[in-house]
């Protein structure tokens, strides 16, 4: 499953929505937010009639993980579920060479066994309220983009610093619909999380990227962690229940979760660009990392056990963009788009009023992705999600530099990232003792350098400061080999000596991000200015229009925020035949046996000696017409009493152009099934006591 | 190791050069004309004074193979010893998924099992004129660089057609100094080529992509073939004798064989063009494939086994282009380049006479590549080396259309590959039997599909006439599917049609092939007249300057034309370490058990069973100072009587630089020892009737 991922690595959220204007028939389309919950379609098309007090409670009982996924609180004593691959960051760095988790698996029998992860943040939605009109007010009429952009950012800051100090919780507003509404969310932060249990590797990630995001599929694809407070387990107000019998075909089951982004509102000129400029971009840094990466870990067993993570986040992300291109590269899936633009705008020109106010913020997104085309690469590589090249040094010197520079600023001035209500987070992940290895860094680093050399060209004025005088992989080994900054303590000390201390410090990472500081600066200050401050300003109009045909009964683009949809379980058609929705514990040992039992497809050795022990009918995986996208990873798969039915942990490949629109003919989400949760903690991993703990006897 | 390969994979071939001038020591550096040997340099060095004839005897001896690779005639019955990796692509058309030759290995134990190749063609260089003068007659002081180019093509076509004509041996004017001298290469050509004997897949290339230019190496990497006349073996004139004894450390060594492209004459902007355009969107479009291949591969045994030629040569290219990249990355290697060049342009500006003769050429070179970057994407999607993208069925129909367009003009009017002299090696090819799969054709038909999508953007004109309203995918399988061309006998009724046949023809291939066939032919014209004309005019005049300078006492870049280059073997220290120059089969075995034995480290079960039959300390690979590159690949290497003491079929990721510069502190060429190869032949192969035959008794 496609997941968000926090930073650093390239983030993965995807989607498609036959959007025919209101009135379609849509199948279960939807990714709803809890504030606007789809009650009518519930009602018209499941007979089910949900309290209001059924949303609060789901809303309360899910969580994001700040290292980019989703989970549920699935006991009274704060007990988390999600999957393993999202917990998979901090499963790396609780291991080491000698204790493997990710090989082993980990189970902690007492509380006492518990492991504290280092720079995990789980959040909470608590509550909603729409601020859209308090944003828009400062911005004026005589503004131009770039200026209502930054007066827009500085209110929103505004608004969020005064939400924390009146309620404590931690605070954010969340763009929706591009720019056309604001919501503020307020969220419990917890930053004590330790790790309860996660399965072996080997059967967590079966058939590893060859069988990703395929369907039937044989995986155990969870982990469970616990939210601590003053070191006691938290009392839940909210979790869900537990289903044992699990749900059956044709369930109407819901997912709660956190999709990442989708671009279904997007206008057919910047999902072209994403085809043409963007997404070739991206999948070309994904093809090279992984090539790279595959040769890094072949080296020996240490290197495959530290770059598991990137490797296993690069082929998920290589995975997804691949299907969400060839959906783009799909002639019917743009005529599908093409034609429900002309309708609109058709729609909005037939209006002299509607024409005048919203009439020209096609063209206007039009224009600015040409101009981002100009610049893209270079943001991209600086700035954006290809920039620092995934290594944790880089990313801590660049925040250390900027953290200097920004903390004098008023809140509202400061590069968003540096917002009062964001320190903590920043904080926790800045202090992070977390292990950090030479050897992967000097590969990240040099892939990285090499990198923006081969795309600029080894003598612009950039590389060339970058590099300085060094090839890619030399100028990586000294600064890896230089740096004091695996040191949690120098940290500190930079942080805490501001400016003073960063001007003076002769670390040499330090030294190349205050270089390169002003360069990326101002390639972000282009970015906001001429293209994000046009995008929120066209699709603020292009939502109003949108609200004014067909009503604000739509749902807005995913945001790597809490979303509720619903669905069937269901199988599909394949090449004539029928794939069943539901696969077994059997069908793992088949697929085991067919496929020799070599990597991907190794078991470990007590689900070997297993066999006998399970119940081999027990529903294994199953798959449902739930409308998710990557960042749901972990979310809870729940029937009409809020009891847990499944754990999505991935969708199918056909499912990927979800990204930009929705279709139910083939795409499913596929899930694990609870009672299989249950089956093997019993009786493979020894996880009795857990088994009790969320079946809740 | 990297090698040429014949077409449509990308061509591998590369090196480096310490050029300081003349007076300048230089190491064992060289590819030597044979008609030009190194006479004066290896009697100073090594007190060696070989006679005529014995440059006679080796040239003769050697082979070039038209599956991009070199070899080398060791009986007197005509067999031919080459590498494994230059034998697979006919491995792989000889097997079936019931006889997996890459994997089982083979071994004719009798004349009469020997598997007759479908399309492979090998070449001995016979003799060599210098017809520079009789090239440069056709190009008057009028001519521009375009007209200049298309008379010199004319000309060498009208040399080449009478040579032939004249002698019946195949000829061939190859250019040298990229462009200061032509000569004229003569060749006997045989088309009956059998397979006699290859070893596993798993022990000619032990350690897989992960130890692919790395050393210590154990390595099998052989195949025998023997070539055929009139249903019988030839009598060779000239043939190898073997060395049983093999070499020692320190002793003096040659290698003849046909290194593919050196870029070590290129002038410093012709080395940044290729640094910051060329490699990096051929490194993209290898990374790109590789991961596809792996994918594809990885889906079931027969995918693997079908993709593997493919997988190997995307894996091969990428390894040998990031090595040379990483040569053009580097400050130290631009410097030297860099000086040299200012040395020699101040050397001519020195001389009024020399500077209005030559002195604008490094200028005219600049710009040309400058004009070259505005279309080499488009150049090498359309009609260079990343055309086709791989697909045997896309070539054909590209052939086909071209051979009806072609043939009917005078023989100097084509274009080049269908001039008379070339037409043998074209049917040869057209008309092979050789297996072709349709899963991996619409594999690589969409790849290429989605490639050039990707690049030009899916609106362009190309694009969409290309993808006729389809994705990349669905129009690759309706291609494949919808074509009759894997039938033989209607790609020669096409070919035998003409004009109206293909004019005529419904196969969705041909059709396509012909509709884009203006647009690639206008790429290609503009590269030919803009680029090439001027390379090849500014090239004479700086190897007229180089000349002038320095004397002729310089070879000229690689290209895939034979060559003598001499060295000693010898090991190298890195890290502190000094690296040996063998390896034996006790390290073959050691290493085998330090991986797991998990592949790529795999052993087939025979060479387990072998080990205590093996001499365990039987040298297996070695190492040597001989200045090689791709296409080097199944080379001999010999000693002073001309007796094989090895075979090339690799060298370390050190010695890829070779390709701009060449140095022998660290980098080295990779051998099999001949003693290895008589030692396996009788222990694990049951070879001994092919030991005795290649030894002589």
Redesign the interface.
Known sequence: MPRVIRSGRVVVCCVFMAFGGAGSSRADEGMWLFNRPPTELLKTKYNFEPKPEWFDHIQRSCVRLSDGGSGSIVSPDGLVMTNHHVGLDQLERLSTPEKNLLKTGFYAKTRDEELKCNDLEINVLWSIEDVTGRVNEAITASMSPAEGNTARQKKIAEITKAAEEKTGFDCQVVTLYHGARYHLYSYKRYTDIRLVMAPEGDIAHFGG??DNFEYPRFCLDMCFFRIYENEKPIKAEHYLKWSEKGAENGELVFVAGHPGRTQRLYTVDHL?FL??TAY?FM??AL??R??QL??FS??NDENARIASGDLQGVQNS?KAYTGI??G????EIMKQKTDAEKKLRAAIAANPDHAAQWGDAWDKVAATEKTYESFYERYATLEGRASSGGSDLYRIARNLVRLAEELPKPDGDRLREFHDADLDSLYLRLYSPAPIYDSLEIDRLSSYF?LI???F???DSIVTRI?A?????DRAVELVKGTKLKDVAVRKQLAEGGKDAIAKSNDPLIRLAYDIDPEARAVRKRYEDEVESVEKLSYAKIGAARFATYGENEYPDATFSLRLTFGEIKGFQEDGAQVPAFTDFAGLYERHKQRGG??PFELPQRWVDAKDKLKLDTPFNFICTCDVIGGNSGSPVFNRRGEVVGLVFDGNLTSLVWNTAFTDRVARTVAVDSRAIIETMKKVSGAEALAKEIVGK
Chains 1, 2 share one sequence.
């Open positions: 990227d060859t072209k085809r043409d070739p999948l070309n093809w090279r992984e090539v595959l040769g072949a080296r290589r291109l060839a783009l590269h799909d002639p090499a050399a081969e795309r060209g080894a003598d590099l005088g060094k090839s890619p992989r070599v990597e």
